[in-house]
């Protein structure tokens, strides 16, 4: 995403779970995060995932498309869509091709309107995003694609175990990339309007893959939101960042030889300045005496300062100099704390949100046969529901902590407006939206 990083710390109210990666049970799954925004719709251009609305959904079996062929309203809007479409571009005979059988689809409209119905904590996320069978899965396809990995890392300088745990993520190891027919997703997403312009130019984006021959509309399929192939790609990345790695001359993220789609995911890593070799992030102890303030994504130093002021890793010792490093607390003080390092902004591109970035770190290092996480989690709290959310911002601005908008989305205000609500009742700064603060504001 070209604007920036995304600024805000965790407070983890909910986390989607992307239900086209869904499969038989005892499969692997692919987890996928709802992202929070940067700076909206322009910072989704840039990223491989959409940007769905920043709230949460359960994790379900992929439905049958139900779609309604009596949407005269849509027929229409295709008809004017043509139009806009050749002023683009793109010519009538791809339109045509690509449009053959497009139907409004009400399994797109409803997942995308029921995304805020259901939250996930971060540790019952990273359970499943870091599961023992995951961690198998990956290294498995370590060893199968060692070649191509390796060949890959080279070329890149990308972290060959960071590209194979996005890749478990985003669709189990290629087990689970949508059926989806991406152009009638991205058709009625336009259509509906709530996101139109955003969905209108992804399905431009589409047309013009289409066109020029990377695959045709039948094998153009994924998720209900538009991310494509191995590692889940939107049109608009796919033609900025997707790689011909074969040397077929086409870019193919869909077939089953993944090597054009790891290739592009480390391209694009690459692009936004991937560091060979840096941790995203390291487990640390705080100290008693921390203050945690200095819990906040604004507040870099060098990790010899850190050590200065008692951080240390989960074995007491200081840790190496990686470069300038935050202290991230996903789940409060109660929780795990890491010092976090310019790669976690890296990986952020790919998906905003924060306990995607851990997801994919953790799950590296664990394929690299690091160690489980192993500070404990609050697994006795849960996660705020949609409603709370904006019930918490509500209370917190009436009693003069302004979140300066209810809107359920807990990014850098709401976090600043709860740490300062902390202080005035003398409870620990951390800036964690919990369940407690809001009972406490009631």
Same mark, same amino acid.
Request: overall charge positive; glycine content about 10%.
């Given at each position: 995403?070209?604007?920036?990083?995304?600024?805000? %710390?965790?407070?983890?109210?909910?986390?989607?779970?992307?239900?086209?990666? #869904?499969?038989?049970?005892?499969?692997?799954?692919?987890?996928? *995060?709802?992202?929070?925004?940067?700076?909206? !719709?322009?910072?989704?251009?840039?990223?491989?995932?959409?940007?769905?609305?920043?709230?949460?959904?359960?994790?379900?079996?992929?439905?049958?498309?139900?779609?309604?062929?009596? &949407?005269?309203?849509?027929?229409?809007?295709?008809?004017?869509?043509?139009?806009?479409?050749?002023?683009?571009?793109?010519?009538?005979?791809?339109?045509?091709?690509?449009?053959?059988?497009?139907?409004? &689809?009400?399994?797109?409209?409803?997942?995308?309107? &029921?995304?805020?119905?259901?939250?996930?904590? @971060?540790?019952?996320?990273?359970?499943?995003?870091?599961?023992?069978?995951?961690?198998?899965?990956?290294?498995?396809?370590?060893?199968?694609?060692?070649?191509?990995?390796?060949? +890959?890392? %080279?070329?890149?300088?990308?972290?060959?175990?960071?590209?194979?745990?996005?890749?478990?993520?985003?669709?189990?190891?290629?087990?689970?990339?949508?059926?989806?027919?991406?152009?009638?997703?991205? #058709?009625?997403?336009?259509?509906?309007?709530?996101?139109?312009?955003?969905?209108?130019?992804?399905?431009?984006?589409?047309?013009? +893959?289409?066109?020029?021959?990377?695959?045709?509309?039948?094998?153009?399929?994924?998720?209900?939101?538009?991310?494509?192939?191995?590692?889940?790609?939107?049109?608009?990345?796919?033609?900025?960042?997707?790689?011909?790695?074969?040397?077929?001359?086409?870019?193919?993220?869909?077939?089953?030889? *993944?090597?054009?789609?790891?290739?592009?995911? %480390?391209?694009?890593?690459?692009?936004?300045?991937?560091?060979?070799?840096?941790?995203?992030?390291?487990?640390?102890?705080?100290?008693?005496?921390?203050? !945690?303030?200095?819990?906040?994504?604004?507040?870099?130093?060098?990790?010899?300062?850190?050590?200065?002021?008692?951080?240390?890793?989960?074995?007491?010792?200081?840790?190496?100099? !990686?470069?300038?490093?935050?202290?991230?607390?996903?789940?409060?003080?109660?929780?795990?704390?890491?010092?976090?390092?310019?790669?976690?902004?890296? +990986?952020?591109?790919?998906?905003?949100?924060?306990?995607?970035?851990?997801?994919?770190? !953790?799950?590296?290092?664990? +394929?690299?046969?690091?160690?489980?996480?192993?500070?404990?989690?609050?697994?006795?709290?849960?996660?705020?529901?949609?409603?709370?959310?904006?019930?918490?911002?509500?209370?917190?601005?009436?009693?003069?902590?302004?979140?300066?908008?209810?809107?359920?989305?807990?990014?850098?205000?709401?976090?600043?407006?709860?740490?300062?609500?902390?202080?005035?009742?003398?409870? @620990? *700064?951390?800036?964690?939206?919990?369940?407690? @603060?809001?009972?406490?504001?009631?």
């Amino acid at each position: 995403m070209f604007p920036t990083k995304a600024m805000a %710390a965790l407070i983890l109210a909910g986390l989607a779970l992307d239900a086209a990666s #869904a499969g038989a049970a005892g499969l692997d799954r692919s987890l996928r *995060p709802n992202p929070r925004p940067l700076t909206d !719709h322009l910072a989704a251009l840039t990223s491989p995932r959409p940007q769905p609305r920043p709230v949460a959904a359960t994790e379900v079996p992929l439905m049958q498309v139900q779609v309604s062929t009596a &949407n005269r309203g849509f027929q229409r809007w295709i008809e004017g869509f043509r139009s806009r479409a050749a002023a683009r571009g793109i010519s009538g005979a791809t339109f045509d091709a690509a449009f053959a059988g497009a139907r409004y &689809n009400t399994d797109v409209i409803e997942r995308d309107r &029921n995304q805020s119905e259901f939250t996930k904590t @971060i540790w019952d996320y990273l359970d499943s995003a870091a599961s023992e069978t995951r961690i198998q899965n990956g290294r498995a396809a370590l060893r199968e694609h060692a070649r191509l990995l390796d060949r +890959i890392e %080279a070329r890149y300088g990308v972290d060959k175990e960071v590209v194979v745990a996005i890749w478990g993520l985003e669709s189990a190891y290629g087990a689970y990339r949508g059926s989806t027919p991406i152009i009638e997703a991205l #058709a009625t997403l336009a259509y509906d309007g709530r996101r139109g312009a955003f969905f209108e130019q992804q399905l431009i984006a589409a047309l013009k +893959i289409i066109q020029a021959g990377d695959t045709d509309a039948r094998h153009m399929t994924g998720s209900w939101a538009g991310a494509m192939g191995h590692t889940q790609f939107i049109p608009t990345s796919y033609l900025a960042y997707a790689v011909d790695f074969t040397g077929d001359g086409k870019r193919d993220i869909w077939s089953d030889d *993944p090597a054009d789609a790891l290739a592009s995911t %480390a391209a694009y890593l690459a692009r936004f300045g991937w560091t060979k070799g840096q941790p995203w992030g390291v487990e640390v102890k705080l100290p008693r005496d921390f203050d !945690h303030r200095l819990a906040d994504r604004g507040v870099m130093k060098r990790p010899a300062d850190w050590a200065a002021l008692g951080v240390r890793d989960m074995d007491g010792r200081a840790v190496p100099n !990686h470069g300038r490093a935050s202290i991230l607390l996903p789940a409060g003080a109660r929780g795990a704390a890491f010092m976090i390092f310019d790669n976690f902004a890296v +990986i952020e591109r790919y998906n905003t949100a924060d306990a995607y970035v851990i997801g994919v770190g !953790h799950l590296s290092d664990r +394929i690299k046969g690091g160690p489980a996480i192993r500070a404990q989690w609050p697994r006795d709290d849960r996660a705020l529901k949609f409603a709370e959310r904006k019930e918490l911002q509500e209370r917190l601005t009436r009693a003069g902590f302004d979140t300066r908008g209810i809107d359920g989305k807990i990014g850098p205000n709401t976090i600043l407006a709860v740490r300062a609500f902390q202080r005035s009742v003398g409870m @620990i *700064p951390d800036g964690y939206a919990s369940l407690e @603060i809001l009972k406490r504001l009631r």
